[in-house]
């Protein structure tokens, strides 16, 4: 979902930290993270920023702007993709994070998306989320259109449901073993709590995925969800976000375990009603509390590292912690960022 943002001054070390970031991983941003690594990149007991990347930031690919991205996924290859929310699927280089390959996306008539969550799913299909609707689509990696999956009606945007316009599907993920798929709505629905929203599942059966079960997940007062990614053991990273002008981005991320949590998808409204068990959530870390690395904002932000991060992606282990990398969105505005944040988590 697109933030407004507050203009500010552009600062000349900005300036010179993104030429210098245009090189790589090896930028001089990144040589200092990893030179503060350990205690120093702590964000919490369970949460260490390794380094960050403004390697991207306002350039361009194929004739594409590279940027607005809401979405990260690894593929079958180890290849990175990220998806934009201007109908945009970029490969990436996973270890110099340069785009490698670009394909629009579409819908059924031709018009752009406002793509927010990808999966690739294991036979290299492509699952893209849009809020427009909301819906999810699947794709070819060639980028055409192989199918779509139902969708709950009072997930509808309103009127055909009782969704907020730019609050429905944002995060979406491929639980273990690859049978459920799991998207998260940004906002609650009408009718039910404020900040009550809802994650819808699907099942596999053979080569179609049908609704599955439907859970509450209760986010921070003023927080929505723009992001969720399964864990190994079947948990889930939940980032939740909000943006306060003149102040900056807020950015939490939680561990949560939807397993022992209520079906809700014949609960007509949330309000926090008995019999309801929501999902289980335990913050892992506010940004907040990260090490900046000598990051720079071009707005006011309660953390100069901080911007609109949307995408998140699991890329595997070290040293018995997951790595993580996020991704912000910088809705191709001047006083944003493109930056990738490369994360250790240990759950």
Avoid: H
């Avoid at 406002?114 to 427009?132: K, N, P």
């Avoid at 079906?263 to 509390?289: F, H, I, M, Y």
């Avoid at 998140?312 to 930056?339: W, Y």
């Amino acid at each position: 979902m697109r933030l407004r943002t507050v203009l500010a001054t552009f600062t000349a070390g900005l300036v010179a930290a993104t030429c210098l970031a245009a090189a790589g991983p090896a930028n001089a941003q990144q040589d200092r993270a990893d030179k503060a690594d350990g205690a120093n990149s702590a964000c919490s007991p369970s949460v260490s920023l390794d380094r960050f990347s403004d390697a991207l930031d306002k350039t361009t690919y194929d004739g594409t702007f590279v940027g607005n991205f809401s979405a990260l996924a690894e593929d079958r290859d180890g290849s990175l993709a990220a998806v934009s929310d201007r109908s945009s699927l970029f490969r990436l280089d996973p270890r110099t994070l340069r785009p490698t390959g670009v394909v629009a996306l579409a819908d059924e008539n031709g018009a752009a998306l406002d793509s927010e969550g990808l999966v690739v799913d294991r036979d290299g299909t492509l699952l893209v989320t849009s809020e427009t609707e909301p819906s999810v689509r699947r794709y070819s990696p060639s980028g055409a259109i192989l199918g779509r999956l139902p969708v709950p009606d009072p997930l509808r945007v309103a009127p055909a449901g009782r969704a907020v316009p730019n609050g429905t599907f944002e995060g979406l993920t491929l639980l273990p073993g690859g049978r459920t798929l799991l998207a998260s709505m940004e906002y609650a629905l009408s009718g039910d709590s404020a900040g009550t929203v809802r994650f819808q599942t699907w099942t596999r059966r053979g080569g179609a995925f049908v609704l599955g079960a439907q859970y509450a997940y209760r986010a921070d007062a003023g927080l929505g969800v723009p992001e969720v990614q399964a864990t190994p053991d079947g948990r889930l990273l939940v980032l939740e976000r909000g943006f306060t002008a003149g102040v900056g981005n807020t950015v939490r991320l939680y561990l949560a375990d939807p397993r022992r949590a209520t079906d809700t998808s014949g609960v007509e409204n949330l309000t926090g009603q008995d019999g309801v068990r929501p999902v289980g959530k335990t913050l892992l870390a506010d940004l907040v509390t990260c090490p900046s690395l000598g990051a720079t904002a071009k707005q006011p932000q309660p953390n100069p590292l901080l911007d609109n991060i949307e995408g998140m992606v699991i890329t595997g282990r070290s040293k018995g912690a997951l790595k993580i990398l996020l991704v912000s969105d910088d809705n191709q505005n001047a006083v944003q960022t493109t930056r990738f944040y490369f994360l250790r988590i240990r759950v």
